[in-house]
């Protein structure tokens, strides 16, 4: 399978954002929240629905996000995402590639990926910010359903500022080898991050049971928590994020 879609969000009359195209492609489907319950605070609101069994191996699906100046958006998604193995050989990819303009402001929470056993996925998030230009960025992974063991996964994620790299980070999920390690995610089951650009970032690292908030060098944050179930993970990672500058705006979303 071969799909792509897109979606851009610009600043309208009043100060509301508005979504000024889309286009969808099955399994991804955005939907935007209808005007009649719109965000309150002006923020355009879309919801990612899958409409099909997606990423299977062999799949290659794209989503393009743009956000025009002084325009803010909330991308959420509706279900969990099961990475499956394919009829033949090959691995699956997804791409993610974020654009924000100058005071921009993007919220992209995505619900879980689940890798299943045999399944071979590749997923990339690029981010790239205009100056003052906001974001937060969710990834949780759950390795495996109930009772079998994950597949392969490979993420990356590319976070830049006004031409200035913030991020630059390489995950790999399934090598047995790395498993059989107590270091290697400290034998959790779940991995949910959360990468923070916000109005102002923490000057030092935070950590507690299973969560930590790291400062990122040349500016943001990564919030990361691990656990044995989704429930928890997501607990932990607000634990984190609790520790942040900026903790009440991001929470209270």
């Known amino acids: ?95 993610v590639h974020i654009e924000v303009a100058a005071g921009g402001t993007i919220e992209y929470l995505p619900e879980a990926t689940v890798i299943s ?3 071979d996925h590749q997923a990339e998030m690029t981010i790239e910010l205009g100056d003052r230009a906001r974001a937060r960025c969710r990834e949780t992974l759950v390795l495996g359903r109930y009772g079998e063991l994950p597949g392969r996964l490979t993420t990356t994620t590319h976070l830049v500022r006004a031409g200035m790299p913030l991020l630059r980070q390489r995950l790999d999920i399934g090598a047995h080898r790395l498993a059989a390690s107590t270091g290697y995610l400290a034998g959790a089951r779940v991995l949910a991050t959360e990468t923070l650009v916000w109005d102002a970032d923490p000057t030092e690292p935070a950590s507690g049971q299973w969560w930590s908030l790291a400062p990122l060098a040349a500016g943001g944050a990564l919030a990361t928590a691990v656990a044995a179930d989704a429930v928890t993970a997501q607990r932990r990672l607000a634990e984190a994020i609790g520790h942040h500058p900026d903790a009440k705006a991001l929470l209270a979303r």
Do not use: W
């Not at 195209?21 to 399994?27: F, G, M, Q």
């Not at 393009?64 to 279900?79: H, N, S």
């Open 117 to 119: 056993a045999r399944a």
């Open 1 to 95: 399978m071969r799909a792509s879609a897109l979606l851009s969000v610009e600043l309208g009359a009043g100060g509301r954002s508005v979504v000024r195209e889309l286009r969808s492609e099955a399994p991804m489907t955005l939907v935007p929240r209808r005007s009649a319950t719109s965000s309150p605070d002006g923020i355009a609101v879309v919801h990612l629905v899958g409409s099909a069994a997606t990423p299977v191996g062999g799949d290659r699906v794209d989503l393009r996000v743009r956000v025009g100046p002084g325009a803010r958006l909330q991308l959420r998604g509706t279900a969990a995402t099961v990475a499956l193995p394919g009829q033949h050989a090959g691995y699956s990819r997804s791409a």
